[in-house]
C-alpha cells in the first residue's frame, strides 16, 4: 500500500499555480469548497424538518459542519493509530498527514451539496417526473431512430435515476467548476454505479458499493479519470469515502434525535425509555459475553444529568449523550479502518466502517430505529415532506414546456433569446440560471464538434436539456423553491 497513488496534486484541468506539493493543493480545494455558492445554498436546505424558522434546528450546512469536524476527528485517530505501529513511513504517509485530513473534512462539508430542496421527497419527485414525463417523450420522439436505439435505453435509465450522490459531483465538475483535485472528487464519490446501472442484487460482490447511482453519463468521463489516475479498480471506492461516510452515519443518527427534542416532538424522560427499550429488544438474543450494559450506561449517565441539573436540563442529557456517543464511534470507525486496512485502501469492503456485529453498529441501530419511529413519522414531518414533493413536482411540470419545443426552435430560443407564438418558453427560458446555461452551452457545443448523425444529436440534445432543467431545480434552496412555485403557479 502506498498512499502516493491515493492522494495526489492532478485536477481535471492544469491549476494555474505550478509547483504546489499535495497539502498545499488541499488547501487550495478548501479554499474552492468553502467560497462556493453551492455551499451557502446549503443554510437553506432540508436536513429533516423542511422549512424550519427555528436556527436551532440543523439546516443541510449546520449538518455539514458537524460531519466535517466528527470527520477531522477519526482522521486524527486512523493517523495515531498509524502512528502508534509505525505504518506512516511505510505508506508513504508522513508528509501527506495535512492533505489526508483536509480531503476528508471538504469530502464531510460537501458530501450533501447534490441534495435538491426538501430533500430525499425531492429526490423523489425528479424521479417520478422523469418516469412519467421524460421517459414518454424520449421514447415518442426516438424509438423509431435506429441510430438512436444503443444509446436511447441508457439515456432514460440516467435521467430517471437522479440521486443526491451523483448530483455532486456533476454541482463540483460541471455546474461551479471548481477544478477540484482528483482526490478530493474522489473522496466524495460514495456509490460506483453508474446511473444508468441495474442496481446489484443482494449479496451480489459490490451489493452495498452500488447500491444507488454515484455518477451521471456526464461525469462519466471524468469518473474513469478519477479511477486511471488513482489506481481504483472497476466498483470499488476511493478508501478516504469510507471516513467520510462514517463521519455522516455518526452525526446523522445523533443529530435526528437531538432535534426532534429541540422541537418538542421527544421529551427527554420519553427519549431515553425508548432508547433503552429498543437496545434491549435488540440486545436481547446476544451470546453471554456481549456487553448489553454499553447503551445503557450512556443513558443511565446522560439521564443523571438530566435529573441533576436545575437549568437547560434538555441541553445536559444531549450534550453527554452525544458526546460519549461521538467519541466511541469515530474510535470504532477508526479502529475498523486500521483492522481492515488492505480491503479499504483498495476499495472493496463492501460495507460500512460502523457495520459488524458489534455493540457501537448496534448503537447506531438503536439510534436509527427511534428516529424512524418518532421523527420521521411525526405528522409536521410528513405533511412539509408532501408538499415539499407537491413544490418540486409542480415545478417541473411548470418548466416542461422547454422540453416539448423541438430542437429547431430551442436552439433558436437559446440564440436569439426569445420565439415568436411561443410566449411561455420565452419567458421560462429568461428564469433559468445563467450558470446553468452556461453549462448546457458548453455540453452542446462538445456535441457539435462531435458532427454526429441528426436523430443522435437532437437525443442527446434533448438529454443535456432535461439535465439543465433538473440542474436548475435541484439547485435551488427550499425557500426559493417554495416562493418561486407559489410565484409562477399563481398561488397566494
Known sequence: MDYTQKLTCQRFRQSTVEGREFNEEMESDRGRAINSAAIRRLQQKTQV??????????????????????????????????????????????????????????????????????GHFGEEAICSWSHDFVKPLFEKLFNDQPQCNNDLEKIIKDLCNFEGNAQALRTLHSLQALNLTYTQLACLIKYTRAAYEEKPREGDPFYYRKKKPGFYLTEEPLFEEIKQALSIADGCRFPLTYIMEAADDISYCIADIDDAVE?????????????????????????????????????????????????????????????TLVNDLSKYAAQRYTDNHESIFNGNLDESLLEGNDKFHLATETLRTIARKFVFTNKEVEDLELK?????????????????????????????????????????????????????????????????????????????????????????????????YKNLSASI
Open 263 to 323: 422541537k418538542g416532538i421527544l421529551s427527554i424522560k420519553k427519549l431515553n425509555e425508548s432508547l433503552e427499550s429498543t437496545w434491549k429488544t435488540l440486545t436481547e438474543n446476544k451470546p453471554e459475553g456481549f456487553d448489553k450494559e454499553y447503551f445503557l450506561r450512556i443513558t443511565g449517565s446522560a439521564y443523571h444529568d438530566y435529573k441533576s441539573s436545575e437549568h437547560d436540563k434538555e441541553h445536559k442529557y444531549i450534550l453527554k449523550f452525544r458526546t
Open 388 to 484: 415539499g414533493y407537491a413544490v418540486i413536482a409542480g415545478l417541473l411540470n411548470i418548466y416542461s414546456p422547454l422540453l416539448k419545443l423541438n430542437h429547431k426552435d430551442f436552439q433558436f430560443l437559446i440564440t436569439e433569446n426569445s420565439i415568436k407564438g411561443k410566449p411561455i418558453e420565452t419567458r421560462l427560458y429568461h428564469k433559468l440560471s445563467s450558470k446553468h446555461k452556461s453549462a448546457y452551452l458548453k455540453s452542446i457545443k462538445e456535441l457539435n464538434e462531435k458532427e454526429l448523425a441528426e436523430p443522435a444529436l437532437h437525443m442527446l440534445e434533448l438529454y443535456h436539456r432535461t439535465r439543465l432543467i433538473t440542474d436548475y431545480i435541484s439547485g435551488m434552496t427550499d425557500n426559493f423553491a417554495l416562493d418561486e
Open 49 to 118: 424538518f423542511p422549512l424550519e424558522t427555528n436556527s436551532a434546528v440543523r439546516s443541510r450546512l449546520t449538518h455539514s459542519l458537524e460531519v466535517q469536524q466528527t470527520g477531522r476527528y477519526i482522521a486524527k485517530l486512523i493517523l495515531a493509530n498509524l502512528g502508534e505501529s509505525n505504518e506512516q513511513e511505510k505508506l508513504n504517509l508522513q508528509n501527506l498527514k495535512d492533505g489526508f485530513i483536509s480531503t476528508i473534512e471538504m469530502a464531510c462539508l460537501l458530501h450533501d451539496i447534490g441534495n435538491p430542496p426538501f
